[in-house]
């Protein structure tokens, strides 16, 4: 239970500002499951009656394995008698009986609690709790403890652990004497220690109650001079508060014949064993590696400089690299929370680090891949401080800069003056002006265009037409040219035409042109026909070369490769696929069916494998209209050399030419999600 008053009704009290920040920073810790089991319970700001109730209530209700932990952060009050009274929100200092929690009450509830762990932490103000004007009839030294003397709990252990152990009056008349104000930095020292883990002296991944105050003395002492925390611990056993993200990890030694190896008096042996044991090293299992890497350090420092200096190499793949080295806030306005991340890299025993902060107004919490920094400054002015990150393998400062400014006040907008009331225009009549005559607006200039672009359609127009010449030349009429297989040509020729106009179009020019040409001539590079079409099919080469030299000189795009950009480009894939299980099935029949065959059986492999690659290549070429362009090349190239490769077929009933029939429906499905793809994108645009 955490209890704090900050807030108060009578004047005569001064109003805390610590109380409410630190409650809620210690309950944000209790409540993290990563360090402690507590159920944290908050009480702000209420009177004398609601906090005596809910104290009650907490010892009283507690079994007898329960730890229970009461946190008082308010003004420690001291009666004529000389009791001690915790100041709640309706405290009058004159009737600190009827209006204060008396120090005895928590006493007697904490007698009859059954829990046999109870621990009380009490950060109270002691001096300077009253304003000036309040007349306090008592004065000398009361010590804190004394309000909560040991025994009488049968049995049961208990721990008081105050932030100071004196409450110090010394009033003359009406005036303070005493007017020194002690920062209140026992709370922040509990957070900061519960929370980053330096409260772990032995470093066992416990936070135990003695280890816990250790640590609040030694950081309170540091802060301030001034205030002396004291404790009073009457306890069997040793007390676990919180878990610790400082448990030392202890070395795993290395095995006995990768220990003989790294001692070896061969040093190609030696330099062996650095090689097994940076790769240990990299290990998940932190003990393997930190056994790794003390072997490499003994080796780094007494072998011979050639197998030192390979040691010295493998070990600082372990080393501890936090990424940035500095952080830069620049200006941050005052009241603000800036934030940043420290970022750990490296293997496993170069993450397992702690971090700790220079000073208390740098916050760090750890997260899972570094820490998250940041700022708890009202101080105007420059500021610097340091994170130092420590690991098993070594430390990284990051240095933390910036400057707190005022916020700027916005400018106040000047009031429009009144506009004096218009004079009174004279009309005049001027003779009718003629109508100037128009000239005709420059025109713009046109984009320049590459003649690696002019080379490159100037060739798919040549191949197109000589494509045109041979296949009419070689028949002597259309029944020849049907039959002998010129017809296969015409689409040859219309994606070769298509190609030269996309390179000479002026939207198209850039991507699609190159996109097609290039896909097209991937696939007609395979040999096949006589020379003649071998001839056409180098001219589809030159021009897909001089595209992509276009491409390279484009200095507005960079081809590049990446994941399938959607749905389509998985769809091509797929008919690939199919398309290349076709004619792997159609090679097949055909080498069954004749050993004469296998040189045609070949083709149908070739190009199976060409037509699978580019696919794939096209669906994960960058951008996507180049890869678009080039599926459409594909498909268009695919189909040519599947109709041609129709030829192939014998007329046997054992050769059923079901393969080719897949494998054509195959380009033709994927011509179709080609153009699906770029009508989508065309939308897109």
Same mark, same amino acid.
């Given at each position: 239970m955490i209890i704090a008053n900050g807030e108060y009704d009578n004047p005569g009290l001064s109003s805390l500002r610590?109380?409410?920040?630190?409650? #809620?920073?210690?309950?944000?810790?209790?409540?993290?499951? !990563?360090?402690?089991? &507590? @159920?944290?319970?908050?009480?702000?700001?209420?009177?004398?009656?609601?906090?005596?109730?809910?104290?009650?209530?907490?010892?009283?209700?507690?079994?007898?394995?329960?730890?229970?932990?009461?946190?008082?952060?308010?003004?420690?009050?001291?009666?004529?008698?000389?009791?001690?009274? &915790?100041?709640?929100?309706?405290?009058?200092?004159?009737?600190?009986?009827?209006?204060? /929690?008396?120090?005895?009450?928590?006493?007697?509830?904490?007698?009859?609690?059954?829990?046999?762990?109870?621990?009380?932490?009490?950060?109270?103000?002691?001096? =300077?709790? &009253?304003?000036?004007?309040?007349?306090?009839?008592?004065? =000398?030294?009361?010590?804190?403890?004394?309000?909560?003397?040991?025994?009488?709990?049968?049995?049961? =252990?208990?721990?008081?652990?105050?932030?100071?152990?004196?409450?110090?009056?010394?009033? #003359?008349?009406?005036?303070?004497?005493?007017?020194?104000?002690?920062?209140?930095?026992?709370?922040?020292?509990?957070? @900061?220690?519960?929370?980053?883990?330096?409260?772990?002296?032995?470093?066992?991944?416990?936070?135990?109650?003695?280890?816990?105050?250790?640590? $609040?003395?030694?950081? /309170?002492?540091?802060?301030?001079? !001034?205030?002396?925390?004291?404790?009073?611990?009457?306890?069997?056993?040793? $007390?676990?508060?919180?878990?610790?993200?400082?448990?030392?990890?202890?070395?795993?030694?290395?095995?006995?014949?990768?220990?003989?190896?790294?001692?070896?008096? !061969?040093?190609?042996?030696?330099?062996?064993?650095?090689?097994?044991?940076?790769?240990?090293?990299?290990?998940?299992?932190?003990?393997?590696?930190?056994?790794?890497? #003390?072997? $490499?350090?003994?080796?780094?420092?007494?072998?011979?400089?050639?197998?030192?200096?390979?040691?010295?190499?493998?070990?600082?793949? =372990?080393?501890?690299?936090? #990424?940035?080295?500095?952080?830069?806030?620049?200006?941050?306005?005052?009241?603000?929370?800036?934030?940043?991340?420290?970022?750990? @890299?490296?293997?496993?025993?170069?993450?397992?680090?702690? &971090?700790?902060?220079?000073?208390?107004?740098l916050r760090v919490t750890e997260v899972a891949d570094g820490a998250e920094i940041s700022l708890d400054l009202v101080e105007l002015g420059a500021f610097e401080g340091r994170i130092t990150v420590t690991g098993p393998t070594g430390e990284a400062v990051v240095r933390v800069e910036g400057q707190i400014v005022e916020e700027p006040k916005p400018k106040p907008i000047p009031a429009p003056e009144p506009s004096p009331p218009p004079e009174p225009v004279p009309v005049l009549v001027l003779p009718p002006v003629p109508e100037p005559v128009r000239q005709a607006e420059p025109a713009a200039p046109r984009t320049k265009v590459d003649p690696f672009t002019r080379v490159a359609g100037g060739f798919a127009i040549t191949a197109a037409i000589y494509l045109v010449v041979i296949a009419f030349t070689l028949s002597s009429n259309v029944e020849d040219f049907f039959e002998d297989g010129g017809w296969t040509v015409i689409p040859l020729i219309a994606l070769a035409l298509g190609g030269a106009a996309a390179m000479f179009a002026s939207k198209t020019r850039r991507m699609v042109g190159p996109g097609s040409l290039c896909g097209l001539a991937l696939l007609m590079a395979i040999p096949f026909g006589s020379a003649v079409y071998v001839l056409a099919d180098g001219c589809l080469l030159i021009a897909a070369v001089c595209a992509l030299v276009a491409v390279r000189r484009d200095r507005s795009f960079r081809l590049g490769l990446g994941k399938p950009r959607d749905r389509f480009a998985v769809a091509a894939v797929v008919l690939a696929l199919v398309a290349t299980t076709g004619l792997a099935i159609q090679a097949g029949e055909l080498i069954d069916y004749s050993s004469s065959r296998a040189d045609e059986g070949a083709i149908y492999l070739m190009v199976s494998v060409v037509l699978l690659l580019a696919t794939v290549l096209g669906a994960l070429l960058r951008p996507a209209g180049f890869g678009i362009a080039f599926l459409g090349g594909v498909a268009g190239g695919g189909t040519v050399m599947v109709c041609v490769l129709s030829y192939a077929l014998p007329s046997s009933s054992r050769v059923t030419g079901a393969g080719w029939g897949i494998a054509l429906g195959a380009v033709l499905a994927l011509a179709a999600v080609t153009g699906f793809a770029a009508f989508r994108k065309q939308g897109k645009a």
């Open positions: 610590s109380p409410a920040a630190d409650a #809620e920073a210690l309950a944000e810790v209790l409540a993290d499951r !990563n360090i402690s089991e &507590f @159920d944290v319970q908050v009480v702000r700001d209420e009177t004398a009656h609601v906090i005596a109730s809910r104290v009650e209530d907490l010892f009283a209700d507690s079994a007898a394995d329960d730890v229970l932990l009461v946190h008082f952060s308010c003004h420690g009050l001291k009666s004529e008698s000389g009791e001690l009274f &915790f100041a709640a929100r309706n405290t009058r200092p004159e009737r600190l009986a009827s209006s204060a /929690v008396p120090a005895d009450f928590v006493q007697r509830c904490m007698r009859m609690s059954r829990s046999r762990s109870i621990v009380l932490l009490l950060d109270c103000c002691y001096g =300077g709790a &009253f304003s000036q004007g309040v007349a306090v009839r008592s004065s =000398g030294e009361v010590n804190v403890l004394d309000a909560f003397p040991g025994g009488g709990f049968g049995g049961r =252990g208990r721990a008081v652990i105050t932030a100071s152990n004196s409450i110090e009056y010394a009033f #003359e008349g009406d005036h303070l004497a005493d007017e020194h104000a002690r920062p209140s930095v026992f709370t922040s020292a509990l957070v @900061d220690g519960l929370r980053t883990g330096d409260a772990d002296r032995d470093e066992d991944g416990w936070i135990a109650l003695s280890e816990l105050y250790d640590y $609040l003395f030694d950081s /309170v002492r540091e802060r301030n001079p !001034n205030q002396t925390p004291s404790r009073d611990i009457e306890m069997q056993g040793e $007390l676990y508060l919180a878990r610790s993200r400082r448990r030392r990890i202890k070395p795993s030694p290395v095995p006995a014949d990768l220990r003989a190896a790294s001692e070896d008096s !061969n040093m190609f042996t030696r330099l062996g064993a650095v090689t097994e044991l940076q790769r240990r090293l990299t290990s998940e299992n932190l003990p393997v590696a930190i056994g790794a890497h #003390e072997v $490499l350090t003994t080796m780094a420092q007494n072998d011979i400089q050639h197998i030192a200096e390979a040691a010295e190499l493998a070990r600082r793949e =372990g080393r501890v690299r936090a #990424e940035p080295g500095g952080v830069r806030f620049g200006e941050v306005v005052r009241g603000s929370r800036p934030t940043a991340r420290i970022r750990l @890299d490296g293997p496993p025993i170069a993450r397992a680090c702690r &971090f700790a902060a220079s000073h208390s107004w």
